[in-house]
């Protein structure tokens, strides 16, 4: 049972306070503590009723990127954490030894029940006596006053007006920034916009989370005039690098279980139709086996379940009106999403299309009957992965998550990978189905994000500051948007709130020289060493000599993933073939030659994962060649390229490389057919 909260009872008297926050996500607890412990008033006004937003709302698989730069109140909820499930009658289904993420020897715990999280921030509005107003919903029309640069006050839909010094939005969706009249944006930014390679429309890129080999969209197969399978596009996606106004997908991140104590069916939701599962049923026929691989495992025989793969729990396309619209419609979207995804899991469980080893394994698991309690054991929180971002006096980009550029005036770090999910789902030019917009880019290291960028413009507020949409690019933001950077940005926004009452000033006006020290005191990391990271090495098959066919050409038996991590690679990205598998799996690069002798030469990167004994064949002219080659050492040619041997060819010309016998990842990037000169 969660601990007796600390509910606000507001007169009229009581409605003023220092600090106003908006919200009541984890950034707005980590907000509340640390102005409490600066010794100002502060008040949660929160349209939610739970606390904690998507990290009590079903995000226990913390994406932390580097741990090391998780400081403050941030690391301090993850010590709650710890401290938690070091008590045995926290392990009620499993005892902690079979638990692989509980470790005795660090000082913090990084996965949790989504009940626990909300826990310990009600422990924390206890413990602090931080006034909270629950299911207070901001009047977006008419409830704010703005007046000589300032927000006054602002109402709720109840009527209840919350006057403050400095207000804070820590909002998933920035409501209050906008109705401030802050400037603000929503979808993709196209790359030139600030100078980016990994924003805008991505269709080349989006390689990761993709169909892995060619389904077909239509109702019926081959006939584009039966019309799409549900939630295929009928439109374009639009030129790579160009700007849009549409989200990358939302889902749930759902608690499910195999304790069969703590376990309730799936239910079949309203409206429930098997069509809309067709695309993916038509997959799993192709013999896509991924369903299982993001049931991260969480304490007590749990899981965090993500989306996964080229069909998943993500709702592609669904989300795209939701930043601006109305409380009614994106109650609307929420519970499409929710029925979508409960569908899903009721397909894959029921349905007689499904495998059915693929039918039987997911029987095994079930809503976990402690969690989400008031809510049919449905988590509160669907995961808006972006929404408004502000535009700010500084933008966080590409180049300075990278360290292409410094940023200044450090208030925190991220260090997760830039990344988007999939954006639109559509039909390519060969007449198959295609997912576009993911994006999964290391920026190299743990990165700064300026103050500058959780402040908005001076002359269109003075007293805002919001550590949640904050002034960033749509990929930039991908890496920023994570649970303990939000709450880590809380906190720094709220030390500057203090100071900027205390020095009677504008949020604007709040030095470094008097924040950096008071950041570092409360335990916040700003800091870490590190080396520039360039955007990767892209060869072009037009400038490599030879004839030279690239991977996205090539023709697939059995499962390649798709990549783009370790560079150079030539076009997008390359495909791999997990050797530890020991699936069949096979990929054909065909092209026609004039007769005459060719060097041929294979594409890939080369990492110390990689096979040593790819084997490969070559057919040309009705005779085979064999060959074997070392992945792991430098290509010689080109920076990409290894010859594998010199052969007659002539006419119709395949390299198949097979993963046969392999003793580590395959990498199949591109294959030249470069003329040998006499």
Known sequence: MLATCFTARLSAAETSYDVVIYGGTSAAIAAAVQVKRMGKSVIVVSPDTHLGGLTSGGLGWTDSGNKAAIGGISREFYQRVRKHYDQPSAWRQQKPEQYSRYNKNEDAMWVFEPHVAEQIFEDLVAEYKIPVVRDAWLDRENGVEVKDGKIVSFKTLDGKKYSGKIFMDTTYEGDLMAAAGVSYFVGREGNDVYEETLDGIQTAHARSHQFDYPVDPYVVKGDPSSGLLAKISDQPPGIDGQGDKKLQAYCFRTCLTTAQDNMVPFPKPEGYDAKDYALLARYLAGGWKGVFNKFDPAPNFKTDVNNHGGFSFDNIGMNYDYPEASYERRKEIIKEHENYQIGLLYFLSNDPSVPADIQAKMKKWGLSKDEFVDNHNWPHQLYIREARRMVGPFVMSEQYLRALKPTPESVGLGSYNMDSHNVQRYVDAKGHVRNEGDIQVSPGGAYPISYRSIVPKKEECENLLVPVCVSSSHIAYGSIRMEPVFMILGQSAATAAVQAIEGNKAVQDVTYDELKPRLLADGQVLEMER????????????????????????????????????????????????????????????????????????????????????????????????????????????????????????????????????????????????????
């Open 531 to 678: 080396k520039p990271k360039a955007p990767a090495i892209v060869l072009r098959a037009e400038d490599l000599p030879g004839t030279v066919i690239d991977d996205v050409d090539a023709k697939t038996v059995g499962t390649w993933g798709e990549s783009s991590v370790v560079q150079p690679f030539v076009g997008s990205g390359y495909r791999f073939y997990d050797a530890a598998t020991k699936a069949k799996a096979s990929i054909s690069f065909t092209t026609k030659l004039k007769a005459g002798k060719y060097d041929v030469r294979v594409a890939y990167s080369p990492n110390a994962n990689r096979a040593t004994n790819v084997a490969i064949a070559v057919t040309s002219g009705g005779a085979t060649h064999e060959a074997e080659l070392n992945q792991r050492q430098q290509p010689k040619h080109d920076k990409a390229f290894a010859s594998i041997g010199q052969f007659e060819l002539s006419g119709e010309t395949t390299v198949t490389i097979t993963g046969d016998g392999a003793n580590g990842y395959v990498i199949a990037d591109a294959v030249s057919f470069v003329p040998v000169k006499k």
